[in-house]
């Protein structure tokens, strides 16, 4: 309910202050109109001398006050604004609820306000927890919604279909170790979430209060010797990802309070603990640790200060800054009781009767570690909040809390590493952490959630660095199987990803968490059970060929990561200047010319938009052969179980031989494109005419012709010769496709 001055009053005020005086010359006969939109009072005092004019009002009922002034005058007025302490929301949204602070703070205001109508919105992902908000379930005037601040359409929904005019934003991802990792989520949900919800609330303009809830790490590190703490007008100097996206979204909040005249509070807040809170932070995975007898690892040296709170406290210090803070005005949430890290463990320690030189276990600090924070928190306490919590009782409340709800967040084994890395898989409730299988704590069992946590195939070896660890996918294809089955042979860490390839998010948490040297991608759609699938299956083999491969190689090339991509040779058709039988072979550099097949053309699509980085050594595969003959995606045991087949020379991959130079190739930092094929082409005939000698001698075959192929077929097949000179240069031993059909595939199963 903004004054405003009209027209030529050069100042608007806002009840955002109690009190306010200010003064202003104004030129001889000046007439200005003062004017009030909402409660003002009846009465007011005008009280005037030759030289000055002061004025005082009362709001509480409309008022439209006219001046006609015939004097050069200084005026000065002084209003009495109302006292914030009567601010009344009516239905409130807060953000990331299933939280851990959020929770209490629901379920605080649920129980307290029943005249308040509190909607709560959570995406619920891994931090997140519907049991947080129990207390509240059955509760009249509560509404759970399941839904992203980041969604555009579901947060104007709300705004409008629940009338909301009061938001308390507390959704955020706030790990700083995953900050390190996985940036770009802390980006999207801290910053691109908030612009959201500040949108909204000025589209709608309906919204009276909005909190926006963020941390005391945006003032960065305070001084060690400094005896007064970070004040509310504190430069902001965020030194790790985390806190500069909090920052970033402060600077967003502000300027949607200056440009549109949003009601914005902020909040910046010590660290909390308590009750519900999942052990990522530093007090619950202490105490979750000491509850398996494990040890309690410290980054650093543990001489990090931080300032703790119990999230009860807390929880009251948000019901007094929604109903007495000030709009425009940010409140530090703290306490001048400072604690280091390696205090905290000792205390844990003393509350489990463990020794602390025993139990405690330093590790490798954090790429960024501030070693304090320091709040003055003086202008919450003058609204009425204090800190009623000691730390030993806060501290006990949440060991007997923890040690009654050993099962609350399921199997929590990966988020007690010393460096955990989380991620949430879209869909699903799969999380995916760093480390070795002695790093595992006891799992707790699970509930509502799953955890998993990834274990190297060659764990027994992890004491030794190795100088490669491959990242592969593709782990239910044939080359993906084989691939894990030479790395296990060479003794080569590798993972098998976990994400799908079109969802970069869930990539980019494989390679936080395995962190790899080179990544494999065996992954794609061939059909099922051939390339004609592709034909009625086109949405999805794009999606996969194409949108996924290039997902895949732009993540890594972020990260700086050399791709081998398995691709296809598929591509070429015999024609004018390469015939049939003429020794002539398609090389590297020209361009893809059959696109008889859906299969083809997303295969040559995605190769030629390859081009444009150079993180990748793609390999162009044709015809794969083993000698497994039991594998229905071998070309051999494929075209034996026809009745008919066409002769046409070919070039063809034998896998036994070219998958260990594919590894090689990668220790070689190889890029660039590679015709993956032995030298030479065979025919269909000499395939089986060797099959029949060396196999099944009363194997009989017939043929047809392309015209007669066609008929039975839905797409047309690609036929082609690829020069393989340039893989010979690299590679001088690689046999010729004949020479390496006997010795890898005929005379292994000879009968």
Not at 548 to 571: F, P, Q, S
Request: proline share 5%; charged share 20%.
């Amino acid at each position: 309910m903004p004054i405003k001055v009209i027209p030529w009053f050069p100042l608007t005020i806002s009840f955002g202050l109690t009190d306010y005086t200010t003064s202003i010359r104004f030129p001889s006969s000046t007439i200005f109109l003062l004017s009030s939109e909402g409660e003002v009072s009846s009465t007011f005092s005008l009280l005037h001398s030759s030289s000055q004019i002061s004025l005082s009002l009362s709001l509480s009922l409309s008022l439209s006050l006219s001046l006609s002034l015939s004097l050069s005058l200084l005026v000065c007025y002084h209003f009495k604004l109302p006292d914030m302490g009567s601010y009344t929301p009516k239905n409130i949204l807060i953000t990331g609820a299933a939280g851990f602070i959020a929770s209490h703070v629901a379920n605080r205001l649920v129980r307290s306000y029943p005249n308040y109508k509190i909607v709560v919105l959570d995406k619920l992902d891994y931090c997140s927890n519907l049991k947080n908000l129990s207390p509240s379930k059955s509760s009249r005037n509560f509404k759970f919604v399941k839904g992203d601040v980041g969604s555009a359409d579901l947060v104007n929904y709300l705004l409008i279909t629940e009338s909301i005019d009061t938001i308390m934003h507390f959704a955020a991802q706030t790990h700083v170790d995953n900050s390190f990792g996985n940036s770009f989520e802390f980006t999207k949900n801290n910053i691109y979430g908030t612009h959201v919800l500040l949108e909204a609330c000025k589209v709608t303009g309906q919204v009276r209060r909005f909190i926006h809830v963020s941390t005391d790490e945006v003032y960065g590190e305070t001084e060690e010797d400094a005896v007064v703490g970070n004040h509310e007008a504190s430069q902001l100097l965020p030194t790790n990802p985390y806190s500069a996206t909090k920052a970033g979204a402060e600077m967003l909040a502000m300027a949607y309070g200056r440009s549109y005249g949003l009601p914005v509070i902020t909040t910046r807040g010590n660290n909390v603990y308590g009750p519900n809170q999942f052990p990522e932070k530093l007090i619950p995975k202490f105490i979750l640790l000491a509850m398996q007898g494990k040890n309690l690892p410290i980054h650093g040296d543990g001489s990090n200060v931080r300032s703790y709170l119990y999230c009860e406290d807390v929880a009251e210090a948000f019901e007094v800054i929604l109903h007495k803070g000030e709009v425009g005005h940010v409140y530090n949430i703290g306490t001048k009781k400072e604690r280091r890290v390696i205090d905290v463990a000792k205390d844990i320690c003393k509350l489990f009767s463990k020794d602390p030189e025993a139990s405690i276990k330093f590790v490798e600090n954090r790429p960024f570690n501030d070693q304090r924070y320091f709040l003055d928190d003086q202008k919450l306490k003058n609204l009425g909040w204090s800190e009623r919590t000691t730390w030993e009782e806060g501290l006990k409340k949440t060991m007997d809390w923890y040690t009654n709800n050993p099962c609350w967040w399921g199997d929590v084994s990966g988020a007690l590493l010393p460096h955990p890395r989380m991620l949430m898989i879209p869909g699903g409730m799969e999380r995916f952490f760093e480390g070795s299988e002695e790093e595992k704590p006891t799992s707790f069992g699970s509930t509502n959630t799953r955890m998993v946590v990834p274990s190297s195939k060659n764990a027994a070896n992890n004491h030794q660095k190795h100088p490669f660890k491959f990242l592969i996918y593709g782990r239910t294809g044939w080359i993906g199987g084989l691939l894990g089955k030479l790395c296990e042979k060479q003794g080569i860490p590798f993972e098998y990803g976990r994400g799908r390839l079109e969802d970069r998010s869930s990539l980019i948490g494989d390679i936080q968490n395995i962190r790899p040297t080179h990544v494999f991608n065996a992954a794609g759609v061939t059909g099922r059970p051939n390339v004609d699938w592709c034909e009625s299956h086109k949405t999805e083999t794009i999606r996969t060929n194409v949108a996924g491969t290039l997902t895949l190689v732009d993540v890594c090339k972020e990260h700086g990561i050399l791709v081998i991509n398995y691709a296809t040779g598929c591509i070429f058709e015999y024609n004018a200047t390469h015939l049939e039988g003429s020794g002539i072979g398609f090389k590297e550099e020209d361009k893809p010319n059959f696109i008889g097949s859906f299969y083809s053309k997303t295969k040559a699509m995605v190769e030629e938009l390859l081009r444009e980085y150079d993180n990748v050594c793609t390999l162009r595969v044709r015809m794969p052969i083993s000698s497994d003959l039991s594998n229905t995606r071998n070309f051999i045991t494929k075209i034996s179980r026809y009745n008919k087949v066409v002769n046409i020379p070919n070039s063809m991959t034998v896998l036994d031989e070219l998958l260990p130079i594919s590894i090689e190739m990668a220790k070689r930092n190889l890029k660039g494109i590679w015709n993956f094929t032995n030298p030479g082409v065979v025919s269909h005939n000499e395939i089986l005419e060797m099959y029949r000698d060396y196999i099944d001698p009363k194997f009989k075959w017939s043929n047809f012709t392309l015209e007669e192929q066609a008929k039975v077929i839905v797409a047309p097949r690609s036929n082609n010769e690829m020069d393989a000179s340039k893989l010979k240069k690299e590679f001088p031993e690689l046999l010729s496709i004949k020479e390496s059909l006997i010795k890898y595939v005929f005379k292994p199963n000879k009968k």
